[in-house]
């Protein structure tokens, strides 16, 4: 079974900073997606970024990156010039390739960005 | 453009007493559809998922139901609640048959059962 897994339950930075959110995964499967979802207070979540594991090159969204280590199973989301509008919950979430449907999700991690 | 709403957004309700959440997603057809109960330290739990009018598949055993009687609703259901069922509540949908991983998520309903 696959587990995604995020050790650090809360986060905190000053507004401009850069901070990296760490999140490990466990699976036997060579075909997959992996993604960072945020969940601000409001309480709706949304896609932030998505990678494919086929796929060497690290994604990016404007502020937003990953660290992709396919080897290490590691996958960190990196935020640049940290803004208050990205406090949030983010989870780390994985799914396998073929005809899958199910998203696995992580623990989350709750940043703070701190004016 | 598409949108989904799951209602109530708050619900308060005694042990032993049934429960109705529900979802409707507008603006698609066949979506995949899903509950999630979200735990305070332990993300996101899925609970149930549908490919289809009355296809139901559920993720772990519990005292919860779901039922998708038309293709665009789909509800979260319990004879008699637990105090365990307590939690946080979050409806789900993605593009039929693409897996890429997007999914698009309502604005929750939180049940605290007392």
């Known amino acids: 079974a696959q587990t995604v897994t995020q050790s650090q339950p809360e986060m905190s930075v000053q507004e401009a900073e850069t901070v990296t959110l760490s999140c490990t995964y466990d699976?036997?499967?060579?075909?997959?997606?992996l993604f960072w979802y945020k969940q601000p207070p409001s309480r709706q979540m949304i896609l932030v970024i998505r990678?494919?594991?086929?796929?060497?090159q690290n994604a990016t969204e404007n502020r937003f990156s990953v660290n992709f280590q396919k080897a290490a199973k590691s996958f960190s989301l990196k935020i640049s010039d940290s803004q208050l509008g990205d406090t949030a919950m983010y989870f780390c979430?994985?799914?396998?390739?073929?005809?899958?449907?199910?998203?696995?999700f992580g623990q989350g991690t709750r940043l703070t960005i701190n004016p | 453009s598409q949108t989904i709403h799951q209602w109530p957004a708050t619900l308060v309700q005694p042990v032993g007493s049934p429960l109705s959440l529900e979802c409707t997603v507008e603006?698609?057809?066949?979506?995949?559809l899903y509950w999630y109960r979200q735990a305070a330290g332990r993300g996101l739990q899925l609970l149930f998922y549908?490919?289809?009018?009355?296809?139901i598949s559920s993720e772990v055993p519990q005292n919860l139901s779901a039922s998708r009687p038309q293709d665009r609703q789909f509800i979260l259901s319990s004879k008699k609640l637990l105090l365990s069922d307590s939690g946080f509540y979050l409806c789900?949908?993605?593009?039929?048959?693409?897996?890429?991983?997007?999914?698009?998520f309502g604005e929750g309903s939180r049940l605290t059962v007392l």
């Open positions: 789900a949908w993605s593009v039929l048959g693409q897996n890429t991983g997007e999914l698009f």
């Open positions: 699976t036997s499967e060579n075909n997959y997606y």
């Open positions: 990678q494919e594991a086929y796929k060497q």
């Open positions: 979430a994985f799914i396998r390739g073929e005809g899958a449907q199910k998203l696995v």
């Open positions: 603006g698609t057809s066949n979506p995949n």
């Open positions: 549908s490919v289809g009018i009355g296809q």
